[in-house]
């Protein structure tokens, strides 16, 4: 299969394979770390690798690396396996597979008898990536495969399973946070026009014991352009520094559009230059801006779409 890579694509491409991090990629190309993770993560699907180690094994061989801006040929590796054992790996995954389906019909078999004999109760669990007007998960314990945690805290620690929860098994601790440290959660585009024109709000549960400000956004991603439609929170309002939880409520359609950052020019739009800016929401992130140098510990959990 032939992908092409653009320019940004193949600059990106180039350095990982010099062994250059992520973030020293943001900065010798004066963009964003988001940005960067962007890009990586398409070129991850051009190139058919899941992570940097198999970019780094299919890629840092080949002499013809630079040509790759024109067209990536992506072949299946070469097998050394004889025609006989071929037939014998088929044979083996076929037997395999009845094996399965034997095993599988039985257990539903079992299952239909155990449910018949109990009342049914109704389905009321929202999964992650569920898209309905009931809301949908963003963190709960954890994330499913279409979603991405990552930071930007070059002092600060920060554990995405932390056992301090609000509710349920794991939360997220993030300590010793300098002022404009963030993290961010990344998804694949979503509209979420609906939610904001019907009253839902973003839902998310906090403890702290330093008084604090944060900055919570989100990123639409449109023609090169981040777009931030972010709110401001502020201690006297939401975050009471008690060492307790505690559930915040920002509705989304009080979000402001706060503008744009062109990755390609690095010009910056004004929000009047989009309509509509929730049809492909990429990116929630949380940003510290405390005027303190350190802030202690912070714990986040839940955090929803919902009503």
């Known amino acids: 299969m032939n992908e092409k890579l653009t320019k940004r694509e193949q600059e990106i491409f180039d350095l990982l394979l010099e062994g250059t991090s992520p973030n020293e990629i943001a900065s010798k190309l004066n963009v964003s770390y988001s940005t960067v993770d962007h890009y990586r993560s398409k070129l991850y699907q051009k190139l058919n690798v899941r992570n940097i180690q198999e970019l780094l094994v299919k890629y840092s061989q080949k002499e013809d690396t630079k040509n790759i801006v024109d067209?990536?040929?992506?072949?299946?590796?070469?097998?050394?396996?004889?025609?006989?054992?071929?037939?014998?790996?088929?044979?083996?995954?076929?037997?395999?597979?009845?094996?399965?389906?034997?095993?599988?019909?039985?257990?539903?078999?079992?299952?239909?008898?155990?449910?018949?004999?109990?009342?049914?109760?109704?389905?009321?669990?929202?999964?992650?990536?569920?898209?309905?007007?009931?809301?949908?998960?963003?963190?709960?314990?954890?994330?499913?495969?279409?979603?991405?945690?990552?930071?930007?805290?070059?002092?600060?620690?920060?554990?995405?399973?932390?056992?301090?929860?609000?509710?349920?098994?794991?939360?997220?601790?993030?300590?010793?946070?300098?002022?404009?440290?963030?993290?961010?959660?990344?998804?694949?585009?979503?509209?979420?026009?609906?939610?904001?024109?019907?009253?839902?709000?973003?839902?998310?549960?906090?403890?702290?014991?330093?008084?604090?400000?944060?900055?919570?956004?989100?990123?639409?991603?449109?023609?090169?352009?981040l777009w931030h439609i972010g709110y401001n929170l502020r201690e006297q309002e939401w975050l009471l520094s008690n060492d307790e939880w505690h559930t915040i409520r920002i509705p989304l359609v009080s979000m402001n559009l706060w503008g744009g950052h062109n990755e390609i020019t690095g010009e910056w739009h004004l929000p009047d230059e989009i309509s509509n800016h929730w049809t492909n929401i990429c990116i929630l992130e949380f940003i510290a801006v405390h005027d303190e140098e350190i802030i202690t510990e912070i714990y986040l959990d839940d955090i929803i779409i919902t009503k």
């Open 71 to 225: 067209t990536v040929v992506i072949k299946k590796d070469e097998t050394e396996i004889t025609l006989l054992k071929n037939k014998i790996k088929i044979l083996f995954i076929l037997l395999i597979a009845f094996f399965l389906l034997f095993l599988g019909t039985f257990i539903i078999l079992i299952r239909q008898l155990v449910n018949s004999s109990e009342p049914k109760m109704p389905n009321t669990e929202i999964k992650i990536e569920d898209i309905s007007q009931s809301g949908f998960i963003i963190y709960d314990d954890k994330l499913n495969d279409r979603f991405i945690l990552d930071s930007y805290s070059p002092q600060s620690a920060i554990n995405f399973l932390s056992t301090d929860a609000a509710q349920g098994e794991y939360a997220i601790h993030w300590s010793n946070i300098e002022k404009m440290n963030f993290f961010w959660i990344s998804f694949p585009g979503r509209d979420l026009s609906y939610f904001v024109q019907n009253g839902y709000v973003l839902e998310f549960k906090l403890k702290t014991k330093d008084p604090v400000k944060y900055d919570v956004k989100f990123t639409h991603y449109e023609n090169n352009i």
